[in-house]
């Protein structure tokens, strides 16, 4: 994309990509943290109990409908579209402030294996082959019936993976409707 549009075009197209996966994943209240990190927006979710697991999953399916309504705008832009990967883990993660005090560089830091493998599965989803979203085993033996029927799975070298082009029907409905 860098390529293809001038800078303050990028800034339009990343600003509106960025601020509304912050405000889907913001509206949560199980979402405990939001960060941004270049191109990439991640978030922590406070997740004790199975039903939560699916409620993720929810916010999953309505962050990839997002982007489908706004890649629906990029286009008659004659802007390129946005194409994104989402991977989901589940595990503790450790926080830490981290940096220098007093010296504008004291960040919380998220640490563990959790997030090392959701970071993995998000560089794995939606490309080569794969659908935008893809879970853990953990994951998807944590979700309802309902929810682990619209992935299916495949085989990371040892690993069982599970994968998804799930979205939200209210905001799909809406894009039939007014995105013609």
């Not at 929810?58 to 629906?72: C, D, E, F, G, T």
Request: hydrophobic share 35%; proline share 1%.
């Amino acid at each position: 994309m860098t390529d293809e549009h001038k800078r303050p075009t990028l800034a339009k197209m990343y600003r509106a990509f960025l601020s509304e996966c912050v405000a889907i994943m913001n509206a949560e209240t199980d979402c405990k943290e939001i960060n941004i990190n270049g191109d990439c927006v991640w978030g922590v979710f406070d997740t004790p109990y199975k039903s939560d697991v699916d409620n993720v999953i929810a916010v999953a399916a309505r962050l990839n409908s997002m982007i489908k309504i706004l890649n629906y705008k990029l286009r008659k832009k004659k802007y390129s579209q946005i194409s994104v990967g989402i991977g989901i883990d589940y595990g503790r993660a450790l926080m830490v402030k981290a940096g220098y005090s007093g010296s504008g560089i004291n960040d919380v830091i998220w640490m563990g294996d959790v997030v090392n493998s959701a970071c993995h599965l998000c560089n794995k989803a939606g490309r080569d082959y794969r659908k935008v979203i893809v879970i853990s085993d953990v994951v998807y033996n944590s979700l309802n019936e309902h929810h682990q029927s619209l992935f299916s799975s495949y085989s990371d070298g040892w690993v069982t993976r599970y994968e998804g082009d799930i979205i939200n029907t209210n905001m799909n409905d809406w894009y039939n409707e007014n995105c013609k």
